[in-house]
């Protein structure tokens, strides 16, 4: 009994000792784990942890680029229908034609600075970027007709079919009667040639017929009644609008209805922003032009004033 108590003693004695268990969190004890660290160890991990993102980001990236190249049919061309953009680009230009004459009228009286009158007097200034700039600021509005000159341009793989240009109405009052101007013309080239009378209370899209042995515009056959206009990719077309008014003045914008593959779309354009303006002519109970001031053309394309009823307010209305 002694003997194998002693045993047992000695055996209890050569046991290691019971050491308590670690209750933190993990995430304490792997932050512990590295403020142990050397600072050459902390730098040395935290590079190799980004240099695993890194390699992961590369994965996913090279996965991507390779899906969207086996669904373009793994070409080296663009693809077809890119995701994002228009599917054609247009540039707006509010142009004089060679054949036209230039009137344009304010809503408001039209008082020049000194600086501007200064302008207006020197030789060629009614032919002059600035002029045009001026009678922009000044918000005058063409008389009786607007052209604007559209190219559209092909953004697509696929063929863009235009089927429709209709002015999209945005006010219709009557016609501006501040201060008129009478000025020179400018030159266009056309491909296409398209009229809208908007007196009409619905105006459609009309080609332009020029009269024989003139340069006049007249309103023919609706245009886009046996006419498409197709864009393939950077492909060009020439779009040239003219919108006429006589009895009112009309802001419009003009809303493009085109195909692109079996799907129906629209696109609305106008003047940089703000809607495009015509107005007809202002007349008075007696049937003649009625303005408040009227800026002439001279020989040589400076502007002269002529307060009050001057010369271009005497005409009856509806004269050429």
């Given at each position: ?67 969207m ?22 540039s ?8 036209d ?56 793989g ?12 945005v ?27 908007l ?66 779309k ?34 040589d394309?400076?502007?002269?004033q ?11 209305c509806?004269?050429?």
């Open positions: 009994m002694t003997a194998t108590t002693g045993v047992a003693d000695a055996g209890a004695a050569s046991a290691p000792p019971h050491e308590p268990s670690d209750r933190r969190p993990a995430w304490r004890r792997v932050i512990d784990w590295f403020r142990g660290l050397s600072e050459a160890g902390k730098v040395s991990l935290i590079g190799g942890v980004i240099g695993l993102i890194a390699a992961i980001v590369a994965a996913i990236i090279g996965a991507v680029a390779t899906v190249a086996s669904d373009d049919g793994g070409s080296d061309e663009p693809s077809a229908t890119p995701s994002s953009g228009p599917d054609f680009a247009v707006v230009e509010l142009v004089r034609l060679e054949e004459g230039f009137w344009a009228a304010t809503g408001a009286d039209f008082q020049p600075s000194s600086a501007q009158s200064r302008f207006l007097a020197r030789p060629m200034s009614s032919a002059s970027k600035e002029f045009t700039d001026l009678l922009r600021s000044a918000g005058a509005v063409n008389v009786e007709k607007q052209t604007i000159r559209l190219t559209l341009t092909g953004r697509r696929q063929q863009v079919n235009v089927l429709d240009i209709h002015p999209a109405i006010r219709r009052t009557r016609p501006l009667d501040g201060t008129l101007f009478s000025v020179g013309g400018q030159e266009g080239s056309p491909t296409f040639k398209v009229m809208y009378d007196d009409r209370p619905n105006p459609v899209a009309r080609k332009a017929v020029i009269r024989s042995g003139t340069s006049e515009w007249k309103p023919g056959p609706p245009f886009f009644a046996d006419t498409t206009i197709t864009l393939h990719r950077d492909e060009q077309n020439v779009v040239v609008v003219r919108a006429t008014a006589e009895r009112f003045y009309v802001a419009f914008r003009l809303d493009v209805t085109y195909m692109l593959g079996d799907r129906r629209h696109m609305v354009i106008d003047d940089h922003g703000r809607p495009f303006q015509v107005t007809g002519v202002s007349c008075g109970a007696d049937g003649r032009e009625r303005y408040r001031h009227v800026f002439g053309t001279k020989r394309y400076s502007m002269h002529n307060v009050g009823l001057g010369a271009f307010s005497g005409r009856l509806g004269e050429g």
